[in-house]
């Protein structure tokens, strides 16, 4: 005990082999070569018993799945952790983007060995730090070499539709970054320069100013478009703020039945700059708009009077309802990955697979077993492992990884069980689910086999099966057999399904020419959508 050791060591021994080697407690080396514990050359020091924390003794790697050099928008990259001293048993993974200046910042992702370029990310290099772990301790993080700076995304081939919206009006993004509109423009929604109650617009124009967008989402009476810069566009209607530009006034006046301030043109949503995915939804004709934003934290803008805002703020018992006309953070949200919104009510898709909701919750449909609104995020029970979301009315659907759904939220119209579930329940007979859609008061999946299954109302033909009455279970859109997409249309009652061969089929409401067909009628079959 206590003995002083005069060893000189031939070749360089970790901590724990040479503690072993001399039997036990030390104090001392006078040997050349190495330090003892508490600064063997070489070994983080940590934990207790000479036990270290792991040194990385050769970088990390990070490799394109899609064996692009460089990197393209929306490519999987993988990272190997490198080599390291001290047995590491666990790995963890942060991704950083660094801009032609070098100036590198944390880009919020899934903890985990891969990650997907972002569509904002152009110009910038992406690079990993991996931190190693042990019984020691944790290591300080190791850096892989930096990809060369990321490009755009190779568009399909023979793809021209990225993404389409329903609802009263229809819209279509195409890979190229434009959008075009046909339906109702009461408010400035077709973004043309151009408002008025009637006739509605048969043939698409193209929203103006918009040429890198890279997703979109509207409600009845405003749309956005979320920029390959990370900005958000909006244009239509304003009343509440809802297009996030510091003023619920004006810009213009459209004399809409119950909407008076719009804009017909795109005007760029304030302060915000980093976006990755965006919803805009209505309650009772007023709008509210969401960003997920690269840190993982949301902002929302526009309509809050059941808490859809997400900052804590809910009406007040004055009566004066509550609104903002820039963008305010939602509290308590560090993860989201997407994000979606149906009548009232906002859920968030989280990296750990779990959901979140905020706003109104008449219905079950913040999913927390309550029928009470909530103007903070609450989880939705039981959800662990979504990849998607879709909302329309007072419902809300998740996909799973397994390819199941489960729904919550208000059934009483004819969706899946009896009046309404305020917790998440398996909708029946969907194994294989790939994508999801909504309507008002309608869902619909597009499955594996490329068919499509819908269930809810169907009074307006939504349902696309022949028939107009509901259903609680789903039945099968006729006629399709090789769907790769389909609509959101919020608070409509029309679904549109773009098919593999890039033509688009569409199905229910039709009043204001939102089928694309030519036409001002419903159908209860899908029509192919002809002037797209």
């Keep these: 005990e206590g003995q002083l050791l005069d060893q000189t060591l031939s070749t360089p021994q970790t901590p724990a082999l040479f503690a072993q080697q001399l039997g036990g407690?030390?104090?001392?080396?006078?040997?050349?070569?190495?330090?003892?514990?508490?600064?063997?050359?070489?070994?983080?020091?940590?934990?207790?018993?000479?036990?270290?924390?792991?040194?990385a003794t050769s970088p990390p790697s990070v490799t394109d799945e899609?064996?692009?050099?460089?990197?393209?928008?929306?490519?999987?990259?993988?990272?190997?952790?490198?080599?390291?001293?001290?047995?590491?048993?666990?790995?963890?993974?942060?991704?950083?983007?660094?801009?032609?200046?070098?100036?590198?910042?944390?880009?919020?992702?899934?903890?985990?060995?891969?990650?997907?370029?972002?569509?904002?990310?152009?110009?910038?290099?992406?690079?990993?730090?991996?931190?190693?772990?042990?019984?020691?301790?944790?290591?300080?993080?190791?850096?892989?070499?930096?990809?060369?700076?990321?490009?755009?995304?190779?568009?399909?081939?023979?793809?021209?539709?990225?993404?389409?919206?329903?609802?009263?009006?229809?819209?279509?993004?195409?890979?190229?970054?434009?959008?075009?509109?046909l339906g109702l423009n009461n408010t400035g929604q077709l973004g043309d320069g151009e408002a008025r109650e009637e006739p509605p617009t048969l043939s698409p124009v193209t929203v103006k100013g918009i040429t890198t967008a890279t997703a979109i989402s509207k409600s009845t009476n405003t749309g956005c478009a979320l920029l390959v810069d990370g900005r958000v566009s909006c244009w239509g209607g304003n009343d509440e703020g809802a297009l996030g530009i510091g003023t619920a006034t004006g810009p213009e006046q459209c004399q809409a039945a119950s909407i008076n301030q719009c804009s017909t043109t795109p005007v760029i949503v304030d302060g915000i700059s980093n976006a990755t995915a965006i919803t805009t939804f209505g309650a009772f004709d007023s709008t509210t708009s969401c960003a997920v934003l690269a840190t993982g934290h949301?902002?929302?803008?526009?309509y809050g009077w059941y808490g859809e805002l997400g900052n804590g703020t809910e009406h007040t018992s004055g009566g004066h309802e509550f609104f903002s006309d820039v963008p305010v953070e939602v509290v308590g949200i560090t993860n989201a990955v997407s994000i979606t919104g149906g009548q009232g009510t906002a859920c968030a898709l989280l990296s750990t697979g779990h959901v979140k909701c905020w706003g109104m919750g008449w219905y079950g449909e913040l999913g927390n077993d309550t029928n009470q609104d909530?103007?903070?995020?609450?989880?939705?029970?039981?959800?662990?492992?979504?990849?998607?979301?879709?909302?329309?009315?007072?419902?809300?659907?998740?996909?799973?990884?397994?390819?199941?759904?489960?729904?919550?939220?208000?059934?009483?119209?004819?969706?899946?069980?009896?009046?309404?579930?305020?917790?998440?329940?398996?909708?029946?007979?969907?194994?294989?689910?790939?994508a999801l859609g909504a309507s008002a008061g309608t869902m619909c999946a597009v499955l594996g086999t490329g068919g499509i299954q819908c269930w809810g109302q169907g009074g307006s033909g939504q349902l696309g099966d022949g028939e107009w009455g509901n259903t609680e279970t789903p039945v099968a859109v006729k006629g399709i057999g090789s769907a790769t997409m389909i609509s959101n249309g919020g608070e409509g009652a029309d679904f549109c399904a773009l098919l593999a061969d890039?033509?688009?089929?569409?199905?229910?409401?039709?009043?204001?020419?939102?089928?694309?067909?030519?036409?001002?009628?419903?159908?209860?079959?899908?029509?192919?959508?002809?002037?797209?």
């Design 25 to 55: 407690n030390f104090c001392a080396n006078t040997g050349p070569a190495n330090d003892l514990i508490g600064g063997l050359a070489g070994y983080p020091t940590g934990g207790s018993g000479g036990a270290t924390a792991p040194v």
């Design 66 to 181: 899609q064996a692009n050099n460089p990197p393209r928008a929306g490519d999987i990259l993988a990272s190997r952790p490198g080599t390291w001293s001290g047995s590491p048993s666990s790995y963890g993974y942060e991704w950083e983007l660094c801009t032609p200046s070098d100036d590198c910042a944390a880009a919020f992702a899934p903890s985990g060995s891969t990650f997907k370029v972002p569509e904002n990310a152009l110009g910038d290099t992406v690079r990993v730090a991996v931190t190693a772990t042990n019984g020691a301790g944790s290591s300080t993080p190791a850096r892989s070499t930096a990809t060369a700076g990321v490009i755009g995304a190779v568009t399909p081939p023979g793809a021209d539709v990225k993404q389409i919206t329903g609802g009263g009006t229809t819209c279509v993004l195409r890979y190229e970054g434009t959008v075009s509109c």
């Design 298 to 302: 949301v902002e929302c803008w526009g």
């Design 374 to 434: 909530s103007d903070t995020p609450v989880e939705a029970a039981g959800i662990t492992n979504a990849t998607a979301l879709a909302a329309g009315g007072e419902r809300v659907c998740a996909l799973l990884t397994t390819g199941a759904i489960d729904c919550w939220g208000d059934y009483s119209a004819g969706d899946i069980g009896p009046l309404q579930s305020a917790t998440p329940v398996e909708v029946p007979g969907i194994t294989d689910a790939t």
């Design 502 to 532: 890039e033509s688009i089929e569409c199905w229910g409401a039709g009043s204001q020419g939102e089928l694309g067909d030519g036409k001002r009628e419903l159908t209860d079959v899908p029509v192919l959508a002809s002037e797209f």
